[in-house]
């Protein structure tokens, strides 16, 4: 089991940036592919960026592709996500997530289901 705890959210112009951190507990945090999902107010929660375990590959939603980048370092059981270009529908709670399954080796995945550790949420708002 993993724990995961968000960072770095915060208000931001448009066409600024903000670096996401997650941090994870336990010392198995390699083992898992990582993902960053987000959920705007009335809407459902949606794929951002996902990343393998050894951090060779990684997997964007079209609408961040270009403008966000998806890091993480097993050293410090850490995944980010740096935000640039930020545009007033970026506003949302952002969210990690850990995928432990051996799927994730042959495919990163996008769907909520696949992931089984969520943390909590950070806040990003993107003023116009």
């Known amino acids: 089991q993993v724990q995961l705890v968000e960072s770095g959210g915060g208000l931001v112009q448009a066409g600024g940036s903000l670096r996401l951190s997650c941090a994870a507990s336990?010392?198995?945090?390699?083992?898992?592919?990582m993902g960053w999902f987000r959920q705007a107010p009335g809407k459902e929660r949606e794929f951002v960026a996902a990343?393998?375990?050894?951090?060779?590959?990684?997997y964007y939603a079209d609408s961040v592709k270009g403008r966000f980048t998806i890091s993480r370092d097993n050293a410090k059981n850490t995944v980010y996500l740096q935000m640039n270009s930020l545009k007033p529908e970026d506003t949302a709670v952002y969210y990690c997530?850990?995928?432990?399954?051996?799927?994730?080796?042959?495919?990163?995945?996008?769907?909520?289901?696949?992931?089984?550790?969520w943390g909590q949420g950070t806040q990003v708002t993107v003023d116009s």
């Open positions: 997530a850990a995928d432990p399954s051996p799927f994730s080796r042959l495919k990163l995945r996008t769907t909520l289901a696949a992931y089984d550790y």
């Open positions: 336990g010392r198995t945090f390699s083992s898992y592919a």
């Open positions: 990343i393998s375990r050894p951090g060779d590959s990684t």
